[in-house]
């Protein structure tokens, strides 16, 4: 009968072999050397073709758990960021962020000619190494909304290990037709490509299906940069009565007189004119001047500013050395010792800051109210808008984040801060008519025009405000 073998696997399975007795012995095919030999050669061409196959399938689960690491480095990496902002957004305190990007501004002089950069340093104090495939993009955003896109700057990160910072500039050059339009919105953004896993790892682009999207990015930081930042600060000694000499009548009936002799063409010689600050201004380099503007703080509201200020230096100069603090040149007027701030705007116009301590009275029950008067005087008028807006910007942030054990607010005269409203008001209602009237074509004299907004004008400078 027929043989039978039964045989035990490895892998604990009972296989039963059974071989048929061959009646007639001469009809038994008898396998030859070379049919062996062909035959062997088969199976380890089979074996060999196996063998790779499994080899290639290995190396790319290899790949793919590479590539899958990496990319939960990259998830771990964000999720770190995202969960900092979270924190910070809830007021809790902390001392820095694990991935943040510090901006500042300077002046950069090359071939005789200065020019304004911003200088951005992209800190790692996380546990993580960025490794290639990250991008630092600067976006320059512009307008009064700041949706306005003005330029953008992509930096490749090589290995940014932790500890470590990467710095880069970005030039602030002026915009179409010589205008810079201020402020600014420096938007810090950390860019990671999707493609790099794949170019890296050496995966098909079929993976690319897997992860949606071109990359993946986040918002490090956001800043601001107005007029204060960017004045070339004068490091020339000043005197606290003594008035910058721009050339330009300072009283205000001189100041129309002139204004009244441009309009009508009196003048021979044309000014140059350069465009500053907005998108339909031209302003002349030398405009009719200087303009002046005040702002009154309240010492209560300073008083934060204040408690660095030390037995020995002048409250008044430190109020301008807080305003100044943003700004790269604020060593060179360090060493203050009259409160007055001299400088130069981006569109060469001279500025001035004056700080001085005042009294207001009429303006509560419990007597005087302490308030520092910061004074401006600019030999532009787009300069002096911009520059007040940014003042109040700093007085902004200080109310915004002003502490509940803060000294009480003082007992307001309610009436006579009405009556200043009301002022105000009217103030306002004469400037809209007077627009209202430009825009209709019902105005006959343009002197006359004139001289009812700088009567206004006149008014709003003595308007007797404090911000408490």
């Known amino acids: 009968g ?40 088969e199976l380890l061409s089979g074996i060999g073709s ?31 960021v995202l969960s900092s902002q979270k924190s910070l957004g809830e007021g809790e305190q902390q001392c820095r962020q694990p991935i ?25 104090f996380s546990g993580f190494t960025l490794e290639e495939g990250w991008t630092l993009s600067i976006q320059l955003l512009t307008g009064s909304d700041s949706t306005s896109m003005a330029a953008t700057s992509s930096f490749p990160v090589n290995k940014l290990m932790s500890g470590s910072k990467m710095d880069v500039t970005v030039p602030l050059n002026f915009g179409k037709n010589g205008q810079l ?21 050496n995966l098909p682009a079929t993976e690319s299906q897997v992860l949606n999207g071109e ?7 956001e800043y601001n940069i107005d007029l204060l930042h960017c004045l070339h600060l004068s490091c020339s000694t000043v005197s606290e009565t003594a008035v910058p000499d721009y050339g330009f009548p300072a009283h205000p009936v001189e100041v129309f ?51 660095d200020c030390s037995s020995g230096s002048n409250p008044n100069c430190v109020v301008l050395l807080w305003l100044m603090s943003d700004n790269a040149e604020v060593e060179t007027v360090k060493a203050l010792k009259v409160p007055v701030v001299c400088g130069t705007t981006p569109d060469r116009s001279n500025v001035r ?36 807006c940014a003042i109040i910007g700093r007085i902004r942030n200080i109310l915004k984040h002003r502490d509940t054990h803060c000294s009480p607010l003082p007992n307001v005269r309610v009436q006579h801060l009405q009556e200043l409203l009301n002022q105000n008001e009217i103030l306002l209602k004469k400037v809209q008519a007077l627009r209202d009237h430009l825009c209709l074509g019902m105005v006959t004299s343009s002197s006359e025009t004139t001289e009812k907004l700088l009567k206004i004008y006149q008014e709003i400078r003595n308007f007797n405000l404090v911000i408490l």
Not at 15 to 38: E, H, I, N
Not at 111 to 122: A, P
Not at 181 to 201: A, D, N, R
């Open 257 to 307: 007189l002139k204004s009244s002799q441009n309009l009508l063409g009196q003048n021979s010689k044309t000014a140059d004119k350069t465009q500053v600050y907005g998108p339909d201004s031209t302003i002349e380099r030398n405009p009719v001047g200087p303009f002046v503007a005040s702002i009154k703080v309240s010492c209560n509201l300073l008083e934060d500013v204040l408690k």
């Open 100 to 124: 943040g990007c510090c901006v500042s501004t300077k002046w950069n002089r090359l071939l005789r000619q200065d020019s304004l950069i911003i200088c951005c340093s992209l800190e790692n």
């Open 215 to 221: 990359g993946t990015c986040i918002i490090l930081n």
């Open 353 to 388: 800051l004056l700080a001085k301590k005042v009294s207001l009275m009429d303006l509560s029950f419990e007597g005087p109210i302490s308030a520092f008067e910061i004074h401006l005087e600019c030999a532009s008028l787009s300069a002096l808008c911009h520059l007040h």
């Open 181 to 201: 339009t201020l402020p600014v919105k420096v938007q810090c953004i950390l860019f990671y490509s999707f493609t790099e896993i794949l170019e890296k790892h």
């Open 50 to 80: 196996v063998s790779d196959r499994a080899t290639s399938v290995s190396k790319t689960i290899q790949q793919k758990n590479k590539a899958l690491a990496h990319l939960n480095q990259v998830l771990n990496v964000i999720s770190l």
């Open 2 to 41: 027929d043989t039978e073998f039964v045989a035990l696997s490895t892998a604990g399975r009972l296989m039963v072999c059974r071989l048929p007795r061959c009646p007639d012995k001469g009809r038994c095919a008898t396998l030859t050397a070379v049919k062996a030999s062909q035959k062997i050669k």
